[in-house]
């Protein structure tokens, strides 16, 4: 379930926060922005809310009552490709990387400044599947498979490959430069966005699970010592 086309960069964007004050401050934000925002205050509700309005973006609190925001995560990738901003008191790494595996296309640990919040909506929603096309998007084709930057979809042989905006920057990047090796560094910085706490582990966390998902461990190729290549 995808969200409608964006009319110049301005979304419907769900917020489940269940701190009331937090909740209407990051609101405020993104209206000011030219944003529609509904808050729920539990991940239950945020469930159902997705379900009946089909947002466009998702800020997500992990800490909520019902439903935490991880839950949610794991119902949204197995039915969705809504971009999500998670939010969370938890500042460790594996806490970070554990939302990232999830699904999540971002996060910011509290607290946190409401411009940035915004700021990374912003980018969430350009990288997304919702977002304009820039004018130079292109066809990618490596072997069997097929990016769609325009479409924002990921085809293997016949297979339509789901991904998430992080998932697929990353494959976008590899795929521009086929055979050519990365470094985590240097993918890391095609993921615009990230919280400044994620480390460069965040690249193997988007790598294991791009390969679980096409299932060719010939193509993403771990270069040991350097970092990972697209096999050309």
Same mark, same amino acid.
């Given at each position: 379930?995808?969200?409608p086309?964006l ?9 489940? #926060? ?16 030219g944003?529609?925002v ?6 239950r509700? &945020? ?6 309005r089909?947002p466009?973006l ?12 991880? *839950? ?7 039915e969705?490709?809504l /971009?999500v901003?998670?939010?969370?008191? +938890?500042?460790t790494?594996?806490d ?6 999830l699904?999540?296309?971002?996060y910011?640990?509290k607290?946190?400044s409401?411009? #940035?919040l ?7 929603? +350009?990288?997304? &599947?919702?977002?304009?096309? &820039?004018p ?6 490596v ?5 769609d /930057?325009? +479409?924002? #979809?990921?085809?293997?042989? &016949? ?5 998430? /905006?992080?998932?697929?920057q ?14 985590r ?9 990230? *919280?400044?706490?994620?480390? $460069? ?5 988007? $790598?294991?699970?791009? +390969?679980?998902?096409?299932?060719r461990p ?7 010592? $350097? ?5 050309g």
């Amino acid at each position: 379930m995808a969200g409608p086309k964006l009319a110049a960069m301005c979304a419907h964007v769900l917020v489940a #926060e269940d701190d009331a004050k937090q909740a209407e401050l990051v609101r405020r934000y993104l209206e000011r922005d030219g944003h529609t925002v509904t808050v729920v205050g539990d991940g239950r509700a &945020a469930l159902d809310e997705w379900r009946r309005r089909g947002p466009d973006l998702m800020v997500l609190d992990v800490m909520m009552p019902r439903v935490d925001g991880l *839950d949610v995560c794991r119902v949204l990738r197995r039915e969705s490709d809504l /971009p999500v901003l998670m939010l969370t008191a +938890r500042a460790t790494e594996d806490d970070l990387l554990l939302g990232l595996d999830l699904g999540a296309d971002d996060y910011l640990t509290k607290p946190y400044s409401p411009r #940035e919040l915004a700021a990374r909506v912003r980018s969430l929603l +350009r990288r997304s &599947a919702t977002g304009r096309p &820039a004018p130079d998007d292109r066809l990618l084709r490596v072997g069997e498979l097929q990016i769609d /930057p325009v +479409r924002h #979809e990921v085809v293997l042989g &016949a297979q339509m490959i789901d991904c998430t /905006p992080g998932e697929f920057q990353l494959l976008e990047a590899l795929a521009g430069e086929p055979g050519r090796v990365f470094t985590r560094a240097q993918l890391l910085r095609k993921l615009h966005g990230f *919280d400044r706490y994620v480390t $460069v582990r965040t690249v193997d966390v988007h $790598v294991m699970n791009l +390969r679980k998902k096409l299932r060719r461990p010939d193509l993403l190729v771990t270069v040991y010592g $350097v970092g990972y290549k697209l096999a050309g």
